[in-house]
């Protein structure tokens, strides 16, 4: 069964420090995987996807993330973060389920940004 | 700034009663997305549609719960009898492109509370 782990419930990171998010997969077929924000009282919002090419993935507010075919793993990371980056961060893939896909989400790590 | 809107964002209500949440995924778009958001289960998805179509409600609770998309700018998901364990901030969101690629643009959530 296809599954994502997000090891760090919380990370928290003093003001332009850098910061990394792992997100590590399980699956026995070639997947897309995304990298979801979830700001206070509000919807997810999409930060990037790998969906093929190349590995290294840069998305909106300055992250980006590495896809590690071998290590199943799709880290995200943002050389300086800011206290507005404060907020909920989900790690997902998609798989096939039948004629369609399934977006599976982890547990989410919470971004604490201290001044 | 096409969105999808969620109403209404906070509903209350007592154990027993109906709740219709609905949803207006953005124009366009031909896949919507059901989900629950609570904090002891993460983000669970509850069922989704393409082209209106009911694709997958493996998710939901059948007996109380049911999806429904009259139409293409409108998505419902019921609950009738409402119990406390339903209590969860609902997230529909939308999205078209290449099956398992697109990005998913979320509603900011109905907030339900069944007391």
């Known amino acids: 069964a296809q599954s994502v782990t997000q090891l760090d419930s919380q990370v928290p990171v003093f003001e332009e420090a850098p910061v990394e998010l792992r997100c590590n997969y399980s699956?026995?077929?070639?997947?897309?995987l995304f990298w979801y924000v979830q700001y206070p009282n509000q919807g997810l919002q999409l930060l990037l996807k790998y969906l093929s090419g190349s590995t290294l993935v840069k998305g909106i507010n300055g992250f980006e993330a590495e896809f590690n075919k071998s290590q199943t793993s799709f880290h995200l990371r943002k050389p300086s973060v800011h206290i507005s980056d404060t907020a909920e961060y989900f790690c997902a893939v998609s798989v096939p389920d039948g004629a369609t896909n399934k977006l599976i989400f982890g547990t989410g790590t919470l971004l604490a940004v201290q001044p | 700034d096409a969105r999808v809107t969620q109403t209404p964002r906070h509903k209350v209500t007592e154990m027993g009663q109906e709740v219709t949440m609905r949803c207006q995924p953005i124009l366009g778009h031909n896949t919507v997305f059901w989900y629950r958001q609570t904090m002891m289960q993460g983000l669970e998805l509850l069922a989704y549609?393409?082209?209106?179509?009911?694709?997958?409600d493996s998710g939901m609770p059948k007996d109380r719960f049911s999806a429904e998309m009259p139409d293409a700018t409108l998505a419902t998901l019921k609950i009738q009898p409402s119990e406390p364990r339903d209590s969860a901030v609902y997230f529909c969101?939308?999205?078209?492109?290449?099956?398992?690629?697109?990005?998913?643009?979320f509603g900011p959530g109905t907030r339900l509370l069944v007391l």
């Open positions: 549609f393409r082209n209106r179509a009911p694709l997958d």
């Open positions: 969101a939308s999205g078209s492109g290449l099956t398992g690629q697109e990005t998913q643009y």
């Open positions: 699956s026995s077929v070639s997947v897309y």
